[in-house]
């Protein structure tokens, strides 16, 4: 009856996080950063802006391909730059899987990597974390599929996975792996060096989250160079825009300031977990910017909608065994405070 192929009429689409378009809300529902970026990015942009916009931007974003090749000890050419990490993940489906075959992930994880698998019309071959929400490694390991995504750490639970155990994935698999590190500058460790060491890895950022960026746009990834060709021929010509780029470079020198946020947050995540663990509510550990948090009762949803009537959101997830939680981003500690003081009230 429609006009659309018949995966793309069945499909849901992603749903985004609420962004209410006012500034009336405590805003913990999306992970973005509390903090604002570093004042170079602000700077950057607007000397760019006078004599960048007329032409094209640099098809390859050469200049952070450069800055990302030298923080992370590879070459340039081991480096894709995307609009967002969600433009790399759509690139890597569109390069890597064809129709009918699977996508391998672990449950639950973030569930645009199912919205791609559909778009693409092939399948999300899911495997369950067990009960302390670990990402099932030795069932990734033995998957067949072309494509295995694990997000590191883990959304919405913040569990993060040893790089030992991703080095088994890709070791066991016999397509690619794609560790997706969108929230790894809030973690102990991270994979960077499977990156460096395994032809079948590629390892993606964001500066969504750690960098402040959100709005911005901004990604990157990082893989043997055969891998960053086959991506290049796939995405778009300018899929990065010329302030994004500008943006990211002069974001990605001051690491400094990232790493002072991302030191703020770490020291507030460990107030919220142990604040939230003396309410009653079940956490397990984050190394993430976010906690993943089971209401004593169980009660999320009616949890999250009270928060929401009292200008409080946080996300809720209406599927199967993450609909008893509540996924709370680490904000300032007077956002968090606010919180807890009307979770208190809520709860007793
Ligand atoms: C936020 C997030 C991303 C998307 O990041 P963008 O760069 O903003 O597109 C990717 N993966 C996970 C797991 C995320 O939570």
Redesign the pocket.
Known sequence: MGYFRDNIEAAQGYTPGEQPQDDSFVKLNT?ENPYPPSPRVTEAVRDAAEDRLRKYPDPLANEVRQTVASLFDVEVENVICGN????L?SIAVRALVDPGQTIAAAYPT?S?YETLATIQDARLESHPCGEDFAVPVDKLAASKAPLVVV?NPN?PTGVATATADLRRIARGIRGVLLV?E??VDFSDENAMELARGERNVMVMR????SYSL?GL???FLVAAKELVAGLTKVKDSYNCDALSIIAARAALEDQAWMRANVERIRSERSRLTAALRGLGFAVPESQANFVFARPPAGNARELYEKLKDRRILVRYFNRPRVDRHLRITVGRPEENDRLLGELKRLLG
């Open positions: 992970n967002g990490s969600d433009d993940l973030y645009l997000a959304a997706d969108a929230y964001t500066l969504s989250k959100a746009r901004f990604g």
